[in-house]
């Protein structure tokens, strides 16, 4: 979901576990270096607060080359003293929308390995170790196991549980640490540039190139919205908005009125 604003259902979704079976396969891929660069890419939306607590965490994480925060809507002041407490974070910032945030963050990197992370999120400290690990295995691209972030609850284990095994069977979301190799990801097309199920297609387009594969470490995401509006009825409403999608309803149409809520 995008934070602070921005229009996306919080559904959802060891090593690797191979995902659904693949139809259409690319030629062979170019040779993975003997230790492949790996960026960072972090679509932020006025959520501030969230983004300087990541990226605080991120400054203990090893095997991370590059971070890159894509902005939308950040005052040139607030951007200023973003890059002199984080001078080594390369921020480019333009218009909003999760999708074009993204793909303005990989047009930004010449790294091997991408790894899309939502600025509220609380992403396993090796986490840069075990993509490279999968890379090294042929993977495509990937995403962690969903975890409620500093909720000790039977109900939320049990909702992420079955987060995870719609994951499996469907499409895990962008709040799962999405990765890719960025051949592959280029190949894909990249995100859609719409305000809601950006990664829909191209998760499902690298699952046909490659390997798409779950990995057994856990992602936290903030609980935020399904405190706030109630943990059933969030639900609900993410499973609903899924199952508009797959009807057919447009982006826009469910992002109108995903606002209403």
């Known amino acids: 979901a995008q934070t602070g604003g921005c229009l996306q259902p919080d559904p959802a979704d060891p090593v690797c576990r191979r995902c659904v079976p693949k139809t259409t396969r690319m030629a062979a891929p170019p040779t993975m270096p003997a230790r492949p660069q790996l960026a960072v890419i972090i679509p932020v939306y006025r959520d501030t607060a969230a983004l300087v607590r990541l990226l605080g965490l991120m400054k203990t994480h090893k095997g991370v080359d590059q971070i890159i925060v894509s902005a939308a809507t950040v005052s040139p002041k607030d951007l200023g003293s973003l890059q002199r407490r984080f001078p080594s974070v390369e921020f480019v910032a333009g218009s909003a929308g999760r999708g074009v945030q993204l793909n303005r963050g990989r047009a930004a990197t010449q790294a091997t390995l991408l790894w899309c992370l939502h ?7 090796d986490g840069a170790h075990h993509i490279r ?16 972030d500093g ?9 992420a549980r079955l987060i995870n095994w719609r994951a499996r069977r469907g499409v895990p979301y962008g709040d799962q640490g999405l990765w890719f190799t960025a051949h592959v990801f280029d190949a894909a097309g990249g995100f859609e540039e719409q305000p809601l199920f950006e990664e829909v297609r191209l998760v499902k387009s690298v699952r046909r190139l490659g390997e798409f594969v779950e990995l057994p470490q856990a992602i936290g995401v903030n609980p935020r919205r399904w405190r706030s ?9 993410n499973r609903a908005l899924a199952l508009g999608h ?3 309803i447009s982006p ?6 995903y606002a209403r809520f």
């Open 119 to 125: 600025a509220d999120a609380s992403p396993p400290d």
């Open 133 to 148: 690990a999968a890379a090294e295995m042929h993977a495509a691209g990937g995403y962690f196991q969903f975890q409620f």
């Open 151 to 159: 909720v000790d609850s039977k109900g939320a284990s049990r909702l």
């Open 229 to 237: 509006t109630g943990w059933t009825r969030r639900t609900l409403l």
């Open 246 to 248: 797959a009807a057919g």
């Open 252 to 257: 826009e149409r469910l992002a109108r009125w």
